[in-house]
């Protein structure tokens, strides 16, 4: 078993979540990135940590086939060591993501606010 930076139970936690709380948590990790500006050490963490979370997400069984997955999985990796790639950059992938992180908190509101509800 290859050891994990969000844990040993990483694998089972992450294929319980939701295909859109995966992507926010992404999200979070590539606007840690952008947030880390020039210290290249906490860039170079938030990356490791992004790309971790999108390697478990293609390994998950809810994402099979999924190309713009994996798609973005590639152009963080090129932005990280090229700062540019495929004509994409951090700040792009940061808005991607951004759309992911902003529904999954309006979900969770929504799931919040029913339950009190209730």
Same mark, same amino acid.
Do not use: C
């Given at each position: 078993? /290859?050891?994990? @930076?969000? *844990? &040993?139970?990483?694998?089972?936690? %992450?294929?319980?979540?939701? +295909?859109?709380?995966? #992507?926010?948590n ?5 606007? /840690?990135?952008? @947030?880390? *500006? &020039?210290?290249?050490?906490?860039? %170079?963490k938030?990356?490791? +940590?992004?790309?971790? #979370? ?54 969770r ?10």
């Open positions: 078993m /290859r050891p994990y @930076l969000h *844990g &040993d139970d990483v694998v089972e936690r %992450w294929r319980k979540r939701s +295909r859109l709380d995966q #992507l926010a992404i999200g979070s990790e590539v606007h /840690r990135m952008v @947030l880390a *500006g &020039d210290n290249e050490e906490q860039k %170079w938030a990356f490791a +940590r992004a790309a971790e #979370l999108l390697v478990l997400s293609l390994e998950d069984k809810k994402w099979k086939g999924n190309y713009e997955l994996a798609r973005a999985n590639e152009l963080l990796s090129g932005v990280a060591l090229e700062g540019k790639h495929m004509n994409t950059t951090l700040e792009d992938l940061d808005r991607y993501f951004f759309q992911y992180t902003m529904a999954f908190a309006l979900e509101d929504r799931i919040r606010e029913s339950a009190h509800v209730s």
